[in-house]
Structure formats: structure tokens, C-alpha cells
């Protein structure tokens, strides 16, 4: 099992430009999550999803969209980038969502916008 | 108040000593806790979880759980150089569901 596999891995944008995230889990899990990590900021989550068909907000969403393609995939979007969006991503999947879940992280992705 | 809060650290313990990570938030009606341990550049793996009052060993870790005083610790025995990294202390805050708060994470590092 590869677990939670992120492309790209590395990322660098221009002011303006867009660009899709994607996450992929092989673990049968129900729910996924998209966090941002910044220096001195710890992780933010993004939007998560807590079953296939359904999505939500979480603490940082503006500027971003989501897309549940299936069960096993969950794609991050940034319509306009901005430098603020530098930052890396992580994409993460628990099996049912519930309080004593664990989450599983991919391995991350470096965005820089310039 | 941020609704967790970590020491940034760093956290110098030699090797095979007593490392001590604590947390505290703000949230009293949160019933889930989780530590997780990042390696530079590397993704967050969980470490340890926690639910109940008291103390959960497994290992070399042991976490230690306070609701009443709203912290939560890790504590990592015989300190090894493999164990420096940087420890994330998670939270589900009350109606969170299966929302992770983290904190920003304290950097330990254990000499030889």
C-alpha cells in the first residue's frame, strides 16, 4: 500500500496563476483533509471531506476549492495564486472521520508563488 | 488565546534522559488528543492519542492527560538522537468532529 500519495512535489507559480493539488489514498478511507503549513503557524486545515460527495470549510479556505472526485481522491485548487499561498500542503485521510480517528499524512507539497 | 498552545523550543535533552513536551488548550470541553512527531521536511505520523484522564504508555512514550488543568504532555524516556524532531500536539475542540486544531509545534533535540 502506497498510503496518501501527493503530486506534485514541488511547486513554483507566478502571481495570477492556477494549479490542482491532487491526493490519492489506497487505505479504503471515508474521510480526507487538506492542511497548510507555514512557520510559527503550525497546521491549518483547508477543507476536508468527510465522505465521498460532501465537502466542507475549514479555518483557511478563501482562496482555495476542493473537488471529492471519488473515494479515493481529493483535489486541492488555487484559482489565482497569491504569494500568501506559499506554503507546503498536505493532504491527509482517516478511515471514519469519528473523534479517536487516525490521520494519515502524504508526504507533502512545497508551493511557492512568485 | 490561542486554542493550543506549544513551547516553540528548541528542547535540548542529552541521551537517555527524560524529554518532556507539553501542551495546553483552551478549548475545556475537548475529549481528543493526539501527538504527532514531524521530521524535517518530512510529513506529521502519529505518535500517540489519548482520550481519558491519566497516563497512556507505549514504549519509550508515555502521554499524560489533565482536563481539569487543560494539558496534555509527552513524555519520551531514554532520549535518543532519532527522537529529535519536531512534536505537534493535536486537539478536536467541542462540535470539532473529526477536525484536528494543532498546535505550532515544540523542536526537540536530543544530544549525544
Known amino acids: 500500500n502506497a498510503g496518501v500519495t501527493q503530486t506534485p512535489k514541488f511547486q513554483v507559480l507566478k502571481t495570477g496563476q492556477s494549479m490542482t493539488l491532487q491526493c490519492a489514498q489506497d487505505?479504503?478511507?471515508?474521510?480526507m483533509y487538506w492542511y497548510r503549513q507555514d512557520p510559527g503557524m503550525g497546521l491549518r486545515l483547508i477543507y476536508y471531506s468527510a465522505s465521498e460527495g460532501t465537502t466542507d470549510k475549514g479555518e483557511v479556505p478563501n482562496g482555495y476549492n476542493v473537488s471529492r472526485l471519488n473515494k479515493r481522491e481529493f483535489s486541492l485548487r488555487l484559482e489565482s495564486a497569491a504569494p500568501s499561498q506559499t506554503s507546503v500542503y498536505f493532504c491527509a485521510s482517516s478511515l471514519a472521520g469519528g473523534e479517536t480517528d487516525t490521520q494519515y499524512f502524504g508526504p507533502g507539497t512545497r508551493l511557492t508563488v512568485l | 488565546q490561542k486554542e493550543v498552545e506549544q513551547n516553540s523550543g528548541p528542547l535540548s535533552v542529552p541521551e537517555g534522559a527524560i524529554a518532556s513536551l507539553n501542551c495546553t488548550y483552551s478549548d475545556r470541553g475537548s475529549q481528543s488528543f493526539f501527538w504527532y512527531r514531524q521530521y524535517s521536511g518530512k510529513s506529521p505520523e502519529l505518535i500517540m492519542s489519548i482520550y481519558s484522564n491519566g497516563d497512556k504508555e507505549d514504549g519509550r512514550f508515555t502521554a499524560q492527560l489533565n482536563k481539569a488543568s487543560q494539558y496534555v504532555s509527552l513524555l519520551i524516556r531514554d532520549s535518543q538522537p532519532s527522537d529529535s524532531a519536531t512534536y505537534l500536539c493535536?486537539?478536536?475542540?467541542?462540535?470539532?468532529?473529526?477536525?484536528?486544531?494543532f498546535g505550532t509545534g515544540t523542536q526537540l533535540k536530543v544530544e549525544l
Open positions: 487505505m479504503n478511507h471515508n474521510s
Open positions: 493535536a486537539v478536536i475542540l467541542t462540535g470539532g468532529g473529526n477536525k484536528l486544531t
